[in-house]
Each structure stands twice: as structure tokens, then as C-alpha cells.
């Protein structure tokens, strides 16, 4: 049976064609001197070699039964999956309850509030190409209200040495979705304030100000 097209958002064509060039083929080389170390305050220096390798690939990535929360986004809309046998309520989804007496039961979709608590947190001191200049930033885990797990998601609105745990959050869209999580970010509740001392807030901020610096020196701003 022919696959008819309902929606669709076009990408450039060039694409197939980019996504062709490279395959990991070595381009060149650097050494490089820099800093190494898991803690900000005990820095040595290493030496690195740094090879160029050109590679992409284009993925045509089918959601398959989760499709529904993708085009949920894409309407800013928040969709999980509930078990009607034993009813837990899965965000992200899950197509099938992971409960071993549900023995696999399908879900039900179900939408859920634009709400929910911090679970747990990091801040990210570093990161991959396409976020380096939002350093430092803050990833969470929040749980939405009436949902039984947890999902991932980038923490605006707030310092990141004023986060905490058990925060409540509030969970906004950006103005355009494509139907991908990074659609939708998190920001505190309206008159939400840190659980942290000052001294706490004052020894974060010393330990995140080496990031500023280097992405003020890397990105401006």
C-alpha cells in the first residue's frame, strides 16, 4: 500500500547531497596544548591530538506508535501513555507499560499538564557544539503532575546557582515547534524561590564564572 502524505515540513534538498561527503575520511591534524582535570579548582595542562574527520548522514526517523506525542508538540501539546491495567502514567511515553505484571500491556495516550518538580538536575559546564554558547545551563529532570516518571528537559528563567531539587516548574513552548523535545524548556513557578543559603549561591557562582569567561571570550556577549 502507497504511503500517503498527511503533513509534511520540508527540508532543504542539498542535505542528501552533504550527507554523502565525507565518510570519516582523516582531513588533517593539531596538536593542541590545554586544560585537564574533573574539577574546576585543580587544572593542569595536557596535550591533545585533535584529528579533522569529515562525516554526516541524513536520518528519516519514523516515531512509529509514539507518533503521538511528537505531533503533540508540534501543536504545543504535552501527551504521555497510561497502562489501564495497572495505571502508570509514562512521560516520556512508553507505547507498552514496563511493569512486569502488565506483561506488556499497550497503553492509552492521555495529555498532561503543563506543570510538574524538579526530580534532579545538573549544570552543564560543557556541552556539544550547538549548545556551548548557552553555557552554563541547567538540565533537568522533572517530573509532570499526575506522571509516574521523569523527562529531560533545559531549565530557563533562573541562575544556575539558584537551582534546587523539588522545585516547582512550569513548562513553556518555543514560538515555532518542529516536533522534538527540545520544543519545550522548563521555567520556575511564579514566585518560586532557591532553597540554597547565600554562601551556597556565592560558592557556585565562583565555580561557574571560569564558564562565562570562556564563552564571553568564544561567543561574546
Known amino acids: 500500500m502507497e504511503t500517503k502524505i498527511l503533513e509534511e515540513r520540508k527540508y532543504d534538498p542539498n542535505w542528501e547531497i552533504w550527507s554523502e561527503k565525507g565518510n570519516l575520511s582523516p582531513l588533517g591534524y593539531k596538536i593542541v596544548k590545554g586544560q585537564s582535570g574533573h574539577r574546576l579548582d585543580r587544572l593542569s595542562q595536557a596535550e591533545y591530538f585533535i584529528s579533522t574527520q569529515a562525516h554526516g548522514t541524513l536520518y528519516h526517523h519514523s516515531c512509529g506508535g509514539l507518533s503521538q506525542f511528537y505531533r503533540g508538540l508540534l501543536k504545543k501539546e504535552l501527551w504521555g501513555t497510561f497502562c489501564p491495567q495497572c495505571g502508570f502514567t509514562y512521560m516520556p ?3 507498552h507499560c514496563w511493569n512486569p505484571d502488565c506483561r506488556l500491556t499497550k497503553c492509552e495516550w492521555k495529555r498532561l499538564p503543563h506543570e510538574g518538580v524538579v526530580h534532579t538536575y545538573t549544570i ?20 509532570i503532575r499526575s506522571a509516574n516518571t521523569t523527562i529531560a528537559g533545559r531549565m530557563k528563567g533562573i541562575d544556575p546557582a539558584d537551582m534546587a531539587c523539588d522545585m516547582p516548574v512550569v513548562l513553556e513552548f518555543i514560538d515555532e515547534p518542529r516536533g522534538n523535545p527540545m520544543d ?3 521555567r520556575p513557578k511564579e514566585g518560586v524561590k532557591t532553597a540554597r543559603t547565600s554562601k551556597e549561591v556565592e560558592r557556585l557562582r565562583k565555580q561557574l564564572e571560569p564558564v562565562r569567561e570562556w564563552v564571553k571570550k568564544n561567543f561574546g556577549g
Open 93 to 95: 511515553p512508553r507505547s
Open 124 to 143: 552543564m559546564g560543557f556541552s556539544a557544539a550547538p549548545f556551548l554558547s548557552m553555557l552554563p545551563f541547567i538540565l533537568v529532570f522533572v517530573r
Open 184 to 186: 519545550f524548556y522548563f
